[in-house]
């Protein structure tokens, strides 16, 4: 899949990690001293457009195409321009001419 360059936009990762507390609990922290810039051409999902009736409320997704050398994971939170939201890593596949980002708002 070809990217498109003239519709990429700046996107901000900020890797996040796993902290389990004394009793046991588990939470998700950012680690804002790791956080980075990177640009990519973003498309809404047109599988979250089709759910069907009587399934959970439907979640608003983007596909992002990157350039390969981009290192995300899945549960890494994205923050895009203009957008105060958190958008969180739902799934990261590494091709060889590009990295293939599905993103769904967190919350």
Known sequence: MRRMHRHAVQITAIPCLDIVG??????????????????????PDKQSEQ?????????????????????????DHLYFPGDARCWRVMQARSFPGHTSIEAEVEG
Do not use: K
Request: proline share 6%; hydrophobic share 45%; no cysteine.
């Open 51 to 75: 759910r069907a009736r009587g399934t959970l409320r439907p979640r608003e997704r983007r596909l992002l195409l990157a350039d390969p050398a981009v290192r995300i994971h899945q549960g």
């Open 22 to 43: 004394e009793t046991g609990g588990v939470a998700r922290a950012e680690i804002p001293a790791l956080q980075f810039a990177f640009r990519a051409s973003v498309a």
